[in-house]
Nanobody
Framework: QVQLVESGGGLVQAGGSLRLSCAASRISGSIFSINAMGWYRQAPGKQRDLVARITSGGSTNYEDSVKGRFTISRDDAKNTVYLQMNSLKPEDTAVYYC??????????????WGQGTQVTVSS
């Protein structure tokens, strides 16, 4: 149906920046529309939490600890969502997962997840 492909993780020093990308692509010719896309993160031993989310109308919301440092955006022509992360802190270290709420023709609305990308911030 649809797959999410993430890129952009890596190792960075505290205070540095990274940009994550997540592209939604069709499998087997499926047709879909995007309701919302977002980024979650999961640190070792912790639950997966929402970091930022953007709706089809462009509304955004952020987890409190990243407000003012992270910016989520989307390119509808490319079915891609981005997470620009500035002023990174060691506590931002986690596996970051892309999430998309999609309507897929003949399949309905479902949540899809990317494979995850590691972000490590050294102090």
């Amino acid at each position: 149906q649809v797959q999410l492909v993430e890129s952009g993780g890596g190792l960075v020093q505290a205070g540095g920046s990274l940009r994550l990308s997540c592209a939604a692509s069709r499998i087997s010719g499926s047709i879909f529309s995007i309701n919302a896309m977002g980024w979650y993160r999961q640190a070792p031993g912790k639950q997966r939490d929402l970091v930022a989310r953007i709706t089809s109308g462009g509304s955004t919301n952020y987890e409190d600890s990243v407000k003012g440092r992270f910016t989520i955006s989307r390119d509808d022509a490319k079915n891609t969502v981005y997470l620009q992360m500035n002023s990174l802190k060691p506590e931002d270290t986690a596996v970051y997962y892309c999430n998309a709420n999609l309507y897929v023709l003949y399949s309905g609305t479902n949540n899809y997840w990317g494979q995850g990308t590691q972000v490590t911030v050294s102090s």
